[in-house]
């Protein structure tokens, strides 16, 4: 079963405006990733946060973990066209591989 | 540097034939991954690789072969496929493992009939 759990399943926002995902999980983690992936291609890693960590930047992007929760969210601040994309949290259980969720589909509208 | 690279990109399948998916990538990394991915089920593991020579099952391994001959090359076999085989396939590397960044490939649509 999917550890990682995205909500919403799809997102549509105009351009400009932020976008939140987030993720639930449901046992303890060493760390939580979040990947990109355009439609037809291969995921592209984006962010990785550590479970002693709270939060993270990359550019316009913002992760959160709240471990005592079991949840992380992904921010995208300030949304252009190009983020359109499906968006995947993994999550590393210890178990020398990844388990992803099933995405939440983020659609940039102009 | 390529990256990881997939062969071939499409390919359609008649059930009960075989065929072999090759993944290769050219940074040296230890881990290995080969992932199927279906509308609305995400990406689902089915083998991986920590190192040469070493092949684990992962969630979803039946119907599936792997080896790992090379360090640089995965490969993944469906012996006799069957429509329910019908899906994208991904492969993936990383250096350290989970803890790691994973770099994936541009993935393989297999149909099978």
């Known amino acids: 079963s999917q550890q990682g759990e995205e909500d919403p399943q799809a997102l549509s926002i105009q351009e400009g405006e932020n976008a939140t995902m987030n993720c639930s999980y449901k046992t303890s983690i060493n760390n939580l990733q979040w990947y990109r992936q355009n439609s037809g291609r291969g995921l592209v890693h984006l962010i990785l946060?550590?479970?002693?960590?709270r939060e993270k930047h990359s550019g316009r992007l913002r992760v959160t973990l709240d471990t005592s929760k079991k949840s992380s969210s992904l921010l995208i601040t300030a949304s252009r066209a190009a983020d359109t994309a499906s968006y995947f949290c993994?999550?590393?259980?210890?178990?020398?591989?990844?388990?992803f969720g099933q995405g939440t589909r983020l659609t940039i509208n102009p | 540097n390529a990256g990881v690279t997939q062969t071939p990109k499409f390919r359609v399948l008649k059930t009960g034939q075989s065929m072999t998916l090759l993944c290769a990538q050219d940074m040296n990394h230890e881990y290995m991954y080969w992932y199927r991915q279906d509308p609305g089920m995400g990406l689902r593991l089915i083998h991986y690789?920590?190192?040469?020579?070493?092949?684990a099952k992962g969630e979803v391994p039946d119907g599936y072969n792997v080896s790992r001959l090379k360090k640089q090359n995965f490969l993944l076999g469906l012996e006799s496929a069957a429509p329910s085989q019908t899906s994208v396939y991904f492969c993936?590397?990383?250096?350290?493992?989970?803890?790691?960044?994973?770099?994936f490939g541009p993935g393989t649509r297999l149909t099978v009939l």
């Open positions: 690789s920590v190192g040469e020579g070493t092949t």
């Open positions: 946060i550590r479970s002693n960590e």
């Open positions: 993994a999550t590393d259980q210890g178990a020398q591989k990844l388990v």
């Open positions: 993936a590397s990383s250096y350290l493992g989970p803890i790691d960044t994973q770099y």
